[in-house]
């Protein structure tokens, strides 16, 4: 299930297109540079809830899917919480496995 909905992570964050961590993915929505958000299903709950508050009040599109440890993984880090793609090709490809459409 997560390789084929993550599977375009890894080459995102090789180019640059990922912002990742609480911080840096809060700022990218802020800034409205954020195309798509994914969160971690077992992020902090509070995490989680400011997360998805930014998304809704700036109006970008998210998703809540698998573990701290498999996000961070398939950008080649440790654990991330959440992250924020930036670019606007990968950032559609990424929701699309998800069934969402930007």
Do not use: W
């Amino acid at each position: 299930m997560s390789d084929k909905r993550l599977s375009l992570l890894g080459l995102a964050a090789r180019a640059g297109a990922v912002q990742s961590g609480g911080f840096l993915t809060e700022k990218a929505v802020q800034s409205g540079t954020a195309v798509f958000v994914i969160i971690a299903e077992d992020a902090s709950a509070n995490s989680r809830k400011k997360i998805q508050d930014k998304c809704t009040y700036y109006h970008v599109p998210y998703a809540v899917c698998e573990t701290q440890d498999i996000l961070g993984h398939k950008i080649g880090k440790e654990s991330r919480s959440c992250l924020a793609i930036t670019d606007e090709n990968f950032g559609r490809q990424i929701a699309k496995g998800f069934g969402i459409e930007i």
